[in-house]
């Protein structure tokens, strides 16, 4: 038995922040941003008291009309996010009271940017073992609650938004079929935030010092990211015996054109195959690679070979095979 993707949903926030609007904001421009990152706009999340729990919530409803089922069949809720509501209760447990989910247990899983791989490659466990029948995966994050709208480097790059998908067990040949997960904790020192946790906790200095926003040393996490979404999309093509005719699709993490264009290179790909919306919705975080789920859902065919890659703060990295289960 095996996990098999069977409902995808997704939501993004009405308000939209576009390069021009960034240039009144900071000292940038539209074909700086452009031709550095290929985005050109992102949503954002606006309304006071609202959350990534918000954005989470109406993901999971779409998956569960699209399904047919209740938030009572849900076994399971495993929530990725660097943005959750508060620090504890996890957000998990916030979205299944939320959607009405009384029979589901659940928990939060912090890995930046590959942290939907690393929940997908979790979840499916509880399903290959018997454990549970309907494991939803959350990526969701609302990203501007930690962007620096002063900062020109960082603020171009994210936005908000929230994926689900639906696992539930197949006996056939399609489903999660392998997973290559990584960790590096040297990449700590490159992207984080600094302030806000038992290292550094929150002050007034720490709040007027601008600590609780996204830092980045934009160099060393190009190259690393470069390297390791790459490395490790070619590591399972080749683990699998997939040749780059096999693969239907890639679907990167959506940090950056020019690493999903190295990525692809690394894989012999061609841009054909490659699910990119970056353009349209910036870095999402951990909802990137759902998202292109559902951008792409109408193109999917059943059988069809995925491979999902992304590379995040930490450092984290990884690639997961999956074929196409409807």
């Known amino acids: 038995m095996r996990a098999a993707i069977t409902a995808i949903g997704g939501y993004l926030p009405p308000d939209i922040l576009t390069n021009a609007d960034l240039e009144k904001m900071v000292d940038t421009n539209d074909e700086w941003i452009r031709s550095r990152t290929g985005i050109s706009e992102r949503h ?48 998990a ?16 899983l912090g890995a930046a940017c590959s942290g939907f791989l690393f929940a997908v490659a979790t979840g499916s466990q509880f399903i290959e073992t ?13 990203m501007s609650s930690i ?14 938004g929230a994926g689900a998908v639906l696992l539930e067990p197949t006996e056939d040949d399609n489903g999660i079929m392998d997973s290559i997960l990584k960790t590096d904790g040297h990449g700590r020192h490159y992207l984080y935030q600094k302030s806000g ?14 600590e609780h926003f996204i830092t980045q040393d934009g160099q060393p996490v190009f190259k690393a990211a470069v390297m390791g979404m790459a490395d490790v999309s070619a590591e399972i093509m080749e683990k699998n015996n997939l040749t780059s005719d096999d693969v239907a699709w890639l679907v990167p993490h959506q940090a950056n054109l020019r690493i999903i264009d190295a990525t692809a290179r690394r894989m012999g790909v061609g841009s054909e195959k490659v699910m ?36 995040g703060g930490g450092f984290t990295w990884g690639a997961i095979y999956v074929k196409w289960a409807y």
Not at 93 to 108: E, L, P, R, S, T
């Open 93 to 108: 447990n916030i979205i299944c009271d939320k959607i009405g989910a009384k029979n589901a247990w659940g928990y939060d």
């Open 276 to 311: 990119i919306n970056i353009h349209k919705y910036g870095n999402t975080t951990s909802a990137t690679i759902p998202l292109c789920l559902c951008d792409w859902e109408s193109q999917l065919k059943k059988g069809d070979n995925l491979v999902l890659a992304a590379f």
């Open 147 to 160: 962007v620096d709208y002063t900062d020109r480097a960082t603020c171009v790059l994210f936005g908000d």
């Open 197 to 210: 946790g038992s290292v550094n906790p929150s002050t007034a200095e720490t709040v007027a010092n601008r």
């Open 44 to 91: 954002i999340l606006k309304g006071e008291g609202l959350g990534t729990s918000d954005m989470a919530v109406e993901a999971v409803k779409v998956l569960c009309e699209k399904r047919g089922i209740s938030p009572m069949d849900i076994d399971l809720l495993i929530c990725a996010t660097v943005t959750p509501d508060h620090l504890f209760p996890a957000t």
């Open 130 to 142: 018997g454990k549970c029948k309907k494991v939803v995966v959350v990526g969701a994050d609302k």
